[in-house]
């Protein structure tokens, strides 16, 4: 028994008799009748009673009738789900993001939401190292991160530099009054040094302008997660140089930001994948949101 035998069961009995299903079905009747009867030969019962002018469905008849139903209803239904995948507007999405790249995806995943509804998003948030893994893995398709070191494995869409700024306790600030700072007014401050990264050359970069002008940050303290270097800037323990990006993980009002006059550092967040892999349909559309 297949589809077919159980696609032209349903149509005898939707129409009533066996004439009008074979034109339902654009079949003449003596195949369809055949089928029919081998049908009944494999099930080992009879599925319609015939007589002379009428036929009646059998217990047996009415039993796979239901069940022909729900599998030829079912078997649409997957063929629909997989065109649908097919085509980016159903499925799974699984994006991965580093700390520097957070503040890009909010308002992108909602518009992508509002024009695919039905397509399932997930998100981990790991460093930029680990995201190469996932990638290779092919747990994720995308990863926003800064670009590898090495790029012969990987597309690379850039997106918008982002310039570094002074985060400070906001009672220091008061007395300032101005927007700006440069890096020899850093040094008579605390440094909290945001620490090595693997994957991340922030840490030397920031050292080397410091040293092309042959100053020394006072450092007092060193840590690799940003937030947790803005909690102790709330706390008052001193001032640190960040990825502007990073200013929405700030959500109390004890930290102040200042440019910085005479730093010509940025970051340069990007859309990472694998060349060798194949995006879906769904990818490809996300991707879309950042054409601009």
Same mark, same amino acid.
């Given at each position: ?14 129409? !009533?008799?066996? @004439?009008? +299903? ?19 030969? %494999?099930? !080992?019962?009879?599925?319609?009673? /015939? ?6 469905? @059998? ?14 209803? =079912? ?15 159903? !499925? ?7 700390? &520097? ?5 909010? $308002?992108?995943?909602?518009?992508? /939401? ?11 948030? %790991? =460093? ?9 893995? /092919? ?9 590898? #070191? ?7 869409? /850039? ?11 906001? #009672?220091?600030?008061? *007395?300032?009054? $101005? ?15 945001? *620490?090595?990264?693997? *994957? ?11 040293? $092309? ?14 937030? @947790?270097?803005?909690?102790?800037? +709330? ?13 929405? =993980?700030? &959500?109390?009002?004890?930290?102040? @930001?200042? %440019? ?9 967040? +990007?859309?990472? &994948? ?7 349909? +769904? ?7 950042? #054409?601009?």
């Amino acid at each position: 028994m297949d589809l077919r035998q159980l696609k032209y069961f349903k149509t005898i009995v939707d129409e !009533g008799n066996i @004439t009008k +299903a074979a034109e339902i079905l654009h079949m003449a009747q003596p195949p369809l009748s055949q089928q029919l009867k081998q049908l009944e030969q %494999e099930l !080992g019962t009879v599925l319609i009673k /015939r007589y002379r002018q009428q036929w009646e469905l @059998t217990e047996t008849g009415r039993v796979l009738y239901n069940h022909a139903v729900h599998m030829l209803q =079912d078997i649409k239904e997957i063929k629909q789900e997989i065109a649908e995948i097919e085509e980016g507007t159903r !499925g799974t999405l699984s994006i991965g993001i580093s700390s &520097s790249c957070v503040n890009l995806l909010p $308002k992108k995943i909602k518009e992508f /939401r509002r024009g695919y509804p039905n397509v399932f998003v997930n998100i981990l948030k %790991e =460093d930029s190292t680990y995201l190469q893994k996932l990638l290779i893995e /092919r747990k994720i398709e995308l990863s926003f991160m800064l670009p590898p #070191a090495n790029l012969e494995e990987y597309k690379v869409q /850039r997106l918008k530099r982002e310039p570094f700024v002074v985060t400070l306790p906001a #009672a220091w600030v008061n *007395g300032l009054n $101005k927007s700006s700072i440069s890096l020899e007014e850093i040094i008579n401050y605390p440094f909290l040094m945001l *620490g090595p990264m693997e *994957g991340s050359s922030i840490y030397r970069d920031i050292l080397n302008e410091f040293n $092309k002008r042959d100053f020394s940050p006072n450092i007092v303290l060193e840590c690799n997660d940003i937030f @947790t270097v803005l909690n102790f800037v +709330a706390l008052e323990m001193g001032i640190s140089i960040i990825p502007k990006s990073e200013i929405h =993980d700030i &959500s109390h009002q004890n930290i102040s @930001t200042l %440019e910085i006059e005479d730093l010509p550092l940025f970051i340069e967040p +990007a859309i990472v &994948s694998l060349k060798r892999n194949r995006l879906t349909k +769904a990818a490809e559309h996300f991707l879309n949101y950042f #054409a601009d």
